[in-house]
């Protein structure tokens, strides 16, 4: 009899509840979170690691590489994650949950829900942003106990649009999975929204420092550049590559540049991310802060560029601003940051989890730009 068991996928109540009732009462079998039946089985295939401290199975997004690896986590690593989340904001609460569950946020967000007892909301809407149903979630939420949300910057952008006054109700949001753009959270926070930056992966069982300060627990450490994570938070190994990601002390080494400075850590992206134009490291994060004041949402790539190695191309689901204005909304940064080219994508495309594809973004302003230099 094979030790795996599926775990469901997507954002259904059916799969949510499926799941809670997993963590509530947990089963024999090692769960591999997945969104169907064919999926499962490919991850199946692709594991040749030892099980041993292994409970639950979880792909990370593949936003690098397309494919992603296979995270085998213990339950006790996914709990004290899930323990030291509620312990940050205050204790138990509801949750309302709008992630796949075969991803570790809202997987996540599932097993909080478990330990503290109250079963969640679920928020699936058929395509996009669905404000009327948004709004009918969030009147089914428990009257009396805490409310939280966790979103990735994509689905906070159009609540923003969309239902700002449904945003305060919560008594904390949980951004994840990529930078939140400061005229974003600003505009959330004026909303009356209460933001809580998380850093995370799958590897530490998701969010792991809030707010730039690690959760009880957790160790963070920065060398020559590169984050570094210790605690019971962290992954048993990779199941599908005998290639692990630890130290030689046991922290996980991670491909996200930061600095680490009084007790709070700022990220400044992933090092796979970085661009060189110019023979200058651009940060994309760095550029795409800048831009967000101009409205909608940005995605800073490189395009080969025979002159400056990698081009700087920005990329919004906004409005093209005028060159004037991107001047200006840049003028702070090294010459080397600011955009060449700036293009609309309209939507800008999103992978399962939610997040940006950054590299069909980059693949899209690759092509637009080749498009321009043909005779």
Known sequence: MSPFVRGGGGTSAEAVHALYDRLVAPASGVVVMAPTPDAHAAAVARINQPLDGVDVVIQTSGSTDGRGRLVGLSRRALDASARATLDRLGGPGQWLTSLPIDGVAGFQVVNRSALAGYTPVVFAPTGGFDAGLFADRVAALTPGVRHYLSLVPTQLHAMVAAVPELLAGFDAILIGGAALAPDLAARASAAGATIVRTYGSTE??????????????????????????????????????????????????????????????????????????????????????????????????????ERWGQRVVAVTDGVRPDPDAVRAATASLAPAERPKDVLVLQPLPLRPTGKVDRRAVAEYAARICREETQP
Do not use: K, M
């Open 204 to 305: 530490t069982a998701g969010g792991c420092v809030y707010d730039g300060v690690p959760l009880a627990g957790v160790g963070v450490r920065v060398e020559d550049g590169r984050v570094e994570i210790g605690g019971p938070t962290l992954l048993t190994r990779y199941l599908d590559t005998a290639e692990q990601p630890f130290t030689a002390d046991g922290w996980l080494a991670t491909h996200d540049v930061g600095t680490w400075t009084d007790g709070r850590l700022t990220v400044l992206g992933r090092s796979d991310d970085v661009l060189i134009s110019g023979g200058v490291n651009v940060h994309p994060a760095r550029v795409e802060a800048a831009l967000s004041g101009l409205g909608g949402q940005w995605v800073v790539v490189g395009v080969p560029d």
